[in-house]
C-alpha cells in the first residue's frame, strides 16, 4: 500500500515539473526563423539561386504593422485587411534578416517591372506564413 502511494506522489512530482519544464520553454522562445530559395534569373539568362531568411515579428509589431497599412476603399470591400501594396514592402523588409532588406529595398523590388507578381507573393507569402504560424492542431473526420 505504502509503495502504491509512493509511486503516485512520485508521479505527480514528475507531472508537476515536466509542467513547469514546458512554462519555462515556452517563457523563453525565440522569434521563429525561416530561410527558403529564390530562383532569379540574372542578366545573361542564368537561373540562380538566392537564399534568404526571414524571422518573425513579435504579435504586437505584426498588428501594428497591419494597422499602418490599411485598405483602400476598394481593397477594403474586397475584403482585404490591408493595403498589400504598402503592407507587403514592410513586411518584407520588417522580416529580412538575410539579407536585411530596408523599407526602400523592399519597395523597390515591390515596384520593379523585372518581378513578377507570383514571384513577389513568394516574398510576401513567406513572410506572413511565418508570422501567422500556429501550433498544428490535428482534426478528425468531424472537424
Not at 15 to 21: G, H, M, P, Q, V
Not at 28 to 40: D, E, Q
Not at 49 to 68: M, N, P
Not at 95 to 113: F, L, R
Request: hydrophobic share 35%; aromatic share 6%; with cysteine.
Amino acid at each position: 500500500m505504502a509503495s502504491d502511494v509512493e509511486a503516485v506522489s512520485a508521479r505527480q512530482k514528475q507531472s508537476k515539473a515536466d509542467k513547469l519544464s514546458t512554462l519555462d520553454l515556452m517563457k523563453g522562445k525565440s522569434r521563429a526563423k525561416h530561410t527558403f530559395s529564390l530562383f532569379i534569373t540574372n542578366g545573361t539568362g542564368e537561373q540562380q539561386e538566392a537564399k534568404i531568411t526571414f524571422q518573425a515579428l513579435g504579435s504586437r509589431d505584426y498588428d501594428k504593422l497591419v494597422s499602418k497599412h490599411p485598405p483602400k476603399s476598394e481593397q477594403r470591400l474586397e475584403g482585404a485587411s490591408f493595403d498589400i501594396d504598402t503592407f507587403a514592402p514592410a513586411l518584407i523588409a520588417a522580416c529580412s534578416v538575410d539579407p536585411e532588406m530596408s523599407h526602400e529595398d523592399a519597395q523597390e523590388i515591390w515596384e520593379s517591372e523585372s518581378w513578377s507578381r507570383g514571384d513577389l507573393m513568394v516574398l510576401f507569402r513567406n513572410a506572413v506564413e511565418l508570422n501567422n504560424r500556429g501550433l498544428d492542431i490535428p482534426f478528425n473526420e468531424n472537424g
